[in-house]
Every structure is written in C-alpha cells, then in structure tokens.
Antibody
C-alpha cells in the first residue's frame, strides 16, 4: 500500500523559514517524480513544485520561485520542501503527491498545515 | 497562469447525472490529453478519479466518465449516489513540468 506522510508544518512568522518532509513507502521511491501541492484554508488546490526521480530536475510555480526549494533523498525515501521568506499567503495544507508517468497524480498524502502569521 | 475554470457548484438527485466542465486554453487543456479529475471529501486527501481525459483507475466506479472538446474537459457522474457528494477538481498538464488545477466544483446530492 502506497503511503505518503508529511510532517514539519507549524506556525511561523512572516519572513521565516520551514522545512517540510514527506516519508514515502509502498512503492519504488526512486522510480517516480514527486510533487508538492497546497490548499489554502477553504480554497482550491494549487500546484507548487516538482522534482524528478533522480532529483536532477526541479520545477516551481511562479508564486514560490526563488523562495522554496524541493529536494529528495532516495536513500531515505523522503521528499523535502525548504520554504524561506514565508508570506501570509503561503498559509495552506501542503500535500506530498506521487507522480504517474508525468501526466497525473495517483497518490496523495494527507498534508501538513503551514500557518504564516505574526 | 490562471486556474482552470469550473462552475462553483453542481447538484442532482440520487440516480441522476451531473456534468462538471473545466475550461482552459490551448496551452493546457486543449494542448494535451493529460487532464485528470480528483474527488475530495471534507478533511480528506484528494483521490484520483479520471486520468488521461477518459481513463478510470481501478476501483473507481464506471459511473464516473471524462471527455474533452477543444479547451474544455468534462466529468460526468451518472447514477448519483450520496457518497459522490464532494469537491471535484480538474487538473491539466501545461508543459515544462507545469500543472494547473481547476477552481473546484462542489457537488451536492439533493
């Protein structure tokens, strides 16, 4: 059974930093690209970032480019999202998502809540 | 890029059908056959319902079907059941590892 378990969410002040982790199991981790998708309270889904199976290729939405860094450790089956210069509009539940063939997302984690507020 | 456009709400009685539209541009929905649909119940993670415009993952009832015409994709739920009441989001590949989600549609079973 595929499992994606996020952690690291917290209350942080504007301008602060946070590192999210996603521990994966139930599939061959280093065979698949992974993504972060976020959902602000009461709002829709927003695509955030992607990393290739090897970690060599990354992608960021314009809203987080230059502030967030996605990475992965295939030896630990773990995905990361380093979030710097956080803004109130970054407040959301951040979900770790498994890619399938580069065209859709087949498994989602439950998410971890990041709240940016003073 | 702006979110794909979905109607905020849709409803139907048990046994009826409901169709949700998802309108984008030639750079996303119209440019690729990589439209997927996700169902989200309150407090739960999204669940894949349709991928590749028309394909259903194993375990998804055949009451769910997808289609596309031009820049607009659609999800149809036939034979509505109480458990179909949820939020539904479309998603399209938009090139260069970019994906765009729809604005979301709340489906109510009357």
């Amino acid at each position: 059974e595929v499992q994606l378990v996020e952690s690291g969410g917290a209350l942080v002040q504007p301008g602060g930093s946070l590192r999210l982790s996603c521990s994966a199991s139930g599939f061959t981790f280093n065979n698949f690209a992974l993504h972060w998708v976020r959902q602000a309270p009461g709002k829709g889904l927003e695509y955030v970032s992607a990393v290739s199976w090897s970690g060599d290729s990354t992608y960021y939405a314009d809203s987080v480019k230059g502030r967030f860094t996605i990475s992965r450790d295939n030896s630990k089956s773990t995905l990361y999202l380093q979030m710097n210069s956080l803004r109130p509009e970054d407040t959301a539940v951040y979900c770790c998502v498994k890619d399938h063939s580069g065209s859709y997302f087949d498994y989602w984690g439950q998410g971890t809540l990041v709240t940016v507020s003073s | 890029q702006s979110a794909l456009t979905q109607p905020p709400s849709a409803s139907g009685s048990p046994g009826q059908s409901v169709t949700i539209s998802c309108t984008g541009t030639s750079s996303d929905v119209g440019g690729y056959n990589f439209v997927s649909w996700y169902q989200q119940h309150p407090g739960k993670a999204p669940k894949l319902m349709i991928y590749g415009v028309t394909k259903r993952p194993s375990g998804v009832p055949d009451r769910f079907s997808g289609s596309k015409s031009g820049n607009t994709a659609s999800l149809t739920v036939s034979g509505l059941q109480a458990e179909d009441e949820a939020d539904y989001y479309c998603c399209s590949y938009a090139g260069t590892n970019n994906y765009i989600f729809g604005t979301g549609t709340k489906v109510t079973v009357l």
